[in-house]
């Protein structure tokens, strides 16, 4: 093992510090930075970023969150709720913006009801800096405003780390700052490899690792059948409260790739496990196929949605239907017992002759 910066020679050789190397397949598995973010006087501000901002020893009064995605989600709600104030700018219409809007919905009502400011659908124009405190200049619906506080936090995302790797000797594509790659993790050269955060597709721990076992049992059969990574099960989970919980395909993705869906959906706050937990704010959505009732995804904004979501990744895994999910004994009083309710709005809405019990019992 050699712990040193390295970069590619050729498609074939790497310097690792002193070390000159060789090998027949490589894996670049180097991971994200936060991204560079074009704003005058940002850098000048000193932002913290995810990587050192919990590393603080003392706890900042105020906090401008530049960013509404995971990060800069479930880090407001945290200082928030140790009694710093906090101001969230967003850029898009809605926080958590990767995903449907009425999952993000319940989570800026909460955020509200505990004291954030929310600016959603602002134009992020300077950063000034006099004394102790740091203000953000912004703009919303045309007018100017102005935010301050002790310490800004940039979580307006990450990019592939890959400067320095030197790729172009080795001959990899790479476009607009990503890597080029297969759902086989090669890269443009098919005994190179990307993993993880560097390839820039999901910044996720459970699939870089998933991605890592592809790019390795591929890197030493390069003879037999290549293992591919199935991004049809990726999942997606925010630690806010309530919890956001996805997997498969939302209903812009099903929009923008002109994929038929039927969609349903159930509040918490119509939900008796829910009631007696005193935690309303949500619901539970599933996306099937119009005609075979195939769960395309499921999300959840909720009480508990990070366990919950599961549940639908087995039956996705297995590619149930809606008449499997609601055929399935849910105990009583649950929480899970919830996703049988827009299950069973969606049987409601599918041909008969595709549901599979009819169809076993009539031949």
Not at 201 to 207: A, F, N, P, R
Request: hydrophobic share 40%; charged share 20%.
């Amino acid at each position: 093992m050699y712990q040193e910066r390295a970069h590619f020679l050729s498609p074939i050789e790497l310097q690792a510090g002193p070390h000159r190397l060789r090998g027949r397949a490589f894996v670049i598995a180097t991971g994200s930075r936060v991204a560079p973010v074009s704003i005058p006087g940002l850098a000048e501000a000193n932002p913290f970023t995810s990587d050192e901002i919990l590393n603080l020893r003392k706890q900042p009064t105020s906090l401008i969150v530049l960013g509404g995605g995971r990060v800069g989600t479930e880090l407001a709600q945290f200082f928030a709720r140790i009694g710093t104030r906090v101001t969230l700018l967003q850029r898009s219409s809605h926080i958590l913006s990767q995903m449907d809007e009425d999952l993000a919905r319940p989570v800026a009502q909460r955020f509200r009801e505990e004291g954030i400011i929310l600016w959603t659908d602002v134009s992020l124009t300077r950063v000034a800096q006099e004394g102790h405190q740091k203000t953000v200049i912004f703009r919303h619906q045309g007018r100017e405003h102005t935010v301050s506080g002790e310490l800004i936090l940039h979580a307006m995302g990450r990019c592939p780390n890959i400067d320095g790797l030197n790729l172009e000797a080795a001959q990899v594509r790479v476009v607009d700052g990503k890597i080029l790659m297969d759902d086989t993790m090669r890269t443009s050269q098919p005994h190179i490899f990307a993993v993880g955060d560097v390839n820039g597709l999901h910044e996720i721990v459970h699939i870089a690792v998933q991605q890592g076992e592809i790019a390795g049992w591929n890197a030493d059969h390069p003879d037999q059948t290549p293992r591919r990574h199935d991004t049809r099960l990726v999942t997606s989970i925010v630690f806010t409260d309530p919890q956001v919980a996805s997997v498969g395909l939302n209903e812009r993705m099903c929009r923008e790739r002109q994929i038929p869906y039927l969609m349903a959906s159930h509040p918490f706050s119509d939900h008796g496990k829910s009631l007696c937990l005193g935690d309303t704010h949500g619901h539970v959505k599933l996306l099937c196929h119009p005609r075979s009732g195939e769960i395309l995804g499921g999300h959840i904004v909720g009480p508990e949605a990070s366990e919950l979501i599961h549940e639908v990744v087995a039956i996705m895994y297995y590619r149930g239907t809606v008449h499997d999910l609601l055929r399935m004994p849910h105990y009583h009083p649950t929480l899970a017992e919830i996703l049988a309710y827009p299950a069973e709005a969606l049987v409601a809405q599918l041909p008969s002759d595709h549901d599979p019990l009819r169809t076993s019992h009539a031949s």
